[in-house]
């Protein structure tokens, strides 16, 4: 039995994280079993999420978890592609998760107009100490944006750069079904966790403006949560 832990649903996505959301998904899209529990990220082998149990072993880091599940179950979501699309579909992963998530993940936890309705989400029911802790966990991720350097761009500058990404998801789905093609591949996990947190979370960020504009993104979302996330069927755009 394989144990997925996580941060648990919230804003209407099987989980905010992209990471968390992009290794359930690989999970149901590659049929293995699993059981999710909600972590205690302190508790975590690399202070992150997500993680998986299997064989009496904790994996931390969705890539080296997914890695572990080909090796134990086999590579099923490879079938029928060559080593050119397995390559580029590599970098296209690596684009979303050290470029795109730099600027998510700011425009939530650091912009102005959405701090607070994180920390209401995340820290609300701790009263005072949860707005200190939300304090230090503001000061760490503002040192960690910063370090890689999204951060010593201007907010306008951050969105023109995001309008870039989005119209580069556009491109690279055209008119298929899925990123994969005829059906939902590997790299299908990782852009439907990104394009499912751009469109449902009621948080106000031009990925949400953008991605909600574009049909073909709204489209994907919606196959993708029939096809892997029917419990979430509520979510679908119409």
Not at 3 to 19: A, I, R, T, Y
Not at 107 to 130: C, E, I, S, V
Not at 155 to 162: A, F, L, P, V
Request: charged share 25%; hydrophobic share 40%.
């Amino acid at each position: 039995m394989v144990v997925l832990q996580k941060f648990g649903p919230h804003f209407g996505v099987p989980d905010p994280s992209p990471f968390v959301m992009k290794l359930e998904t690989y999970l149901r899209l590659a049929n293995i079993d699993y059981t999710p529990v909600n972590a205690d990220l302190r508790k975590a082998p690399k202070g992150k999420l997500p993680c998986i149990e299997m064989d009496g072993k904790i994996i931390p880091d969705s890539y080296f978890a997914i890695e572990a599940l080909k090796e134990k179950f086999g590579d099923p979501l490879a079938s029928g592609l060559t080593e050119l699309q397995l390559a580029q579909h590599h970098m296209f992963r690596v684009g979303l998760e050290n470029h795109t998530y730099f600027m998510l993940f700011p425009y939530r936890w650091l912009h102005p107009q959405n701090a607070p309705t994180m920390q209401k989400a995340f820290f609300g029911k701790m009263g005072l100490p949860g707005k200190l802790i939300f304090k230090i966990v503001q000061r760490d991720m503002r040192r960690t944006v910063h370090g890689q350097g999204m951060l010593r761009h201007s907010w306008e500058e951050i969105d023109s750069m995001i309008a870039v990404d989005i119209k580069a998801l556009e491109t690279l789905l055209d008119e298929k079904p899925f990123f994969g093609g005829d059906e939902p591949k590997e790299i299908d996990a990782t852009t439907f966790s990104y394009v499912a947190n751009m469109l449902v979370p009621e948080i106000d960020t031009p990925f949400r403006k953008l991605a909600r504009a574009s049909r073909p993104l709204i489209d994907y979302h919606n196959r993708m949560t029939e096809k892997v996330f029917p419990d979430y069927k509520d979510t679908m755009i119409i």
